[in-house]
Structure formats: structure tokens, C-alpha cells
């Protein structure tokens, strides 16, 4: 299953990124990244990634999850992008796989998605406010699925975020 995974193009979280971009590799699954532009996207903690698609360009129909990887910059680039709120529609409307970490579960309240939904994120005021107004049930472990959306609350979860994820693709494919 191909992945979409969206990043912000500076100050994503290194590890959110790194950890399941190493066992997606493994697994033999196939992603793309994109951001809210093409290029050169910053870590916070110094690492790189090329985004090689806008949100924009993105054809919902080519992948069968989407990974949303959080960061400071997931507050101020991906909880109001609008391409991307409508990419986690589409994508959860589809019955895809929708995941988030740390602060990008926002993104998935802002959606719609969480209502009534068992979800974790980074602990914040505004992050659990927003995910609160959007109707998530918090949980407060390291990563929550509920069905076909798995959020994950911060770098210490990473490789439970990306174990979650190949195993909801694995049952998924059969």
C-alpha cells in the first residue's frame, strides 16, 4: 500500500518523521511526501526531507493511508491548511488509514473526523482544546486507534505509531 505522508516544511518532529520513514522502507511500502510547498523541508532538530508534492497536487486515489507528521510547525502550517482538512476527509470518507502524531491529531479534529473517536496528541492547552472542540475522546497512552484513524501523542511513540500503522495496513491488505 502506497503511503501519502504530509510534513510541514520546517519544524516537523525529526523522529515522527524518521522512525516510520525507516519501517515503511523495511515493510517494502511505497510513500510520498508532501507539504504545503515542493522542496526542501527543515526538522526541528536539524534534519532535511524533500517534499515532493504540494497538498494541492495530491491524487487522494493513489494511496491507501495518509500519515500526518507533527511538530511546532503542524501548529502554524497544517491546522489551517485547508488541502490538507479536505485530504483527511477524503481519505477517511474512502475508509483509508488516517494517522497523526503529536500535535497533527489537530488537523483530524479540524476534519471532523474524531467525533466520538478515541484519540491522543501531544498534551498542550490549545492542542487538547482543539481536539476537544472536534469531539475526540482523549486518551492519554501513546497511541490510540480507533478503527481506521491511529494518532500517537508525541517522538517517544514513533515506533509504536509506525508499528500501528503497518499492522492496520497488513489487515487491511489480508
Known amino acids: 500500500m502506497k503511503i501519502l505522508i504530509a510534513v510541514a516544511p ?5 523522529e515522527e518523521l524518521g522512525v516510520p520513514v525507516t519501517a515503511f ?3 517494502g511500502n511505497a510513500y510520498d ?9 527543515a526538522g526541528m532538530l536539524g534534519g532535511k526531507t524533500t ?6 497536487e495530491v491524487d487522494h486515489g493513489q494511496y491507501g493511508c495518509l500519515v500526518i507528521i507533527g511538530g511546532s510547525g503542524s501548529r502554524s502550517h497544517l491546522w489551517n491548511n485547508g488541502r490538507l482538512v479536505h485530504l483527511v476527509k477524503n481519505f477517511h470518507e474512502s475508509r483509508k488509514i488516517v494517522a497523526a502524531i503529536c500535535l497533527a491529531p489537530v488537523v483530524l479534529a479540524r476534519a471532523g473526523i474524531l467525533k466520538g473517536k478515541k484519540a491522543t496528541c501531544f498534551e498542550s492547552p490549545d492542542s487538547f482544546r482543539e481536539m476537544k472542540g ?15 484513524i491511529i494518532t500517537a501523542n508525541g517522538p517517544s511513540a514513533a515506533q509504536e ?11 487491511i491488505e489480508g
Open 161 to 171: 505509531f509506525a508499528d500501528s500503522i503497518l499492522k492496520k495496513i497488513a489487515e
Open 51 to 56: 517534499a515532493t508534492l504540494t497538498f494541492d
Open 33 to 41: 511526501i508532501a507539504s504545503t510547498r515542493r522542496g526542501t523541508c
Open 25 to 27: 522502507r523495511r515493510a
Open 134 to 148: 472536534g469531539g475526540a475522546v482523549l486518551v492519554n497512552t501513546p497511541v490510540v486507534i480507533d478503527g481506521t
Open 10 to 14: 520546517e519544524n516537523f518532529r525529526d
